[in-house]
């Protein structure tokens, strides 16, 4: 689409500024046009799917070399609030690929503060399924700064959540989660209704000076995306837990396939499945690997050919469920 429209637009009005909009996790021609040649992206987002491609065009690379000005990536979260931005314009529910542009259009504005000039995103696209919705309403949140993810210690002793509301004051909490797991401190996953950054950075500092250690989660994937939804407490008892986090094809058999070519060697110690109506469901999985197993471990994940992370370390994974 970039190709064609990106010819006739430089044909008729050579001076107009063409910018292509492609996903952080599936940019082929950013990378193409960074490298000068075709490249094969080792593996794509499926959010977007509409845009998940590995490689572009022979023919579209060419004209995109040749009449495509700049490249803007964007992550999820800018496309959910993008198609929310559209559906409020214009009662329209666009899928994400369609809302790609638009994405990329907030993107260039908040990064040059371009005013006095007309810029057009073009909309394509409204493939969208119902089960997405609840997904993309709660990362558009996250995105536009009106919700704060936050980690928060707080004493494990009568009244400390009340003296901890009373800190909030006047903001409204959107979710509180909390396990008790220590007889002296008690770590609790907060979201809290923002009106902007600058209102979340002066909560921060605010918590701060009130000595509550507090970790800023907003940009944490698994806590977006998982561990919000399955607070619930630590273990002691699980010992060479490693975490990782997969895409599973959303298609019948894929977990019994999944658990099959995993084998029956390790205890799976954590698991939680998110789908979004997409062609691929989420998961997060926590398994019980010796430090001299763990390259066999990756060689099955690797023959299964799932698109899989290592999150040991990540910071949401460390104070809620390890």
Known sequence: MIAGIAAYVKYVRPEVRIIGVEPDDAGCLYAALQADERVVLDQVGIFADGVAVKQVGQEPFE???EYVDEMILVNTDEICAAIKDIFEATRVTMEPAGALALAGLKNYVNRTGVTGQTLVSIASGANMNFERLQHIAERTEVSEQRE??????????????????????????????????????????????????????KLLEKLQEREYPVCDLSDNEIAKTHVRHMVGGHSSCVLNERVYR????????ALLHFLTELGKEWNI??????????????????IQVADSEIEILHERLDHLKYNYWTEDDNIAYRLFLN
Do not use: W
């Open 246 to 253: 997969l895409e599973f094809p959303e298609r019948p058999g």
């Open 63 to 65: 004209l995109a070399k």
């Open 269 to 286: 110690s954590l698991f939680h499945y998110r789908n979004h109506g997409a062609a691929y469901g989420r998961v997060l999985m926590g």
């Open 148 to 201: 704060a993810l936050m980690a928060v210690t707080i004493p494990e002793t009568p009244g400390s959540f009340r003296t901890f509301c009373h800190t909030l004051g006047l903001h409204t909490l959107t979710e509180f989660n909390y396990r008790y797991a220590h007889h002296k401190d008690a770590q609790i996953f907060v979201g809290v209704r923002m009106d902007g950054p600058d209102e979340k950075q």
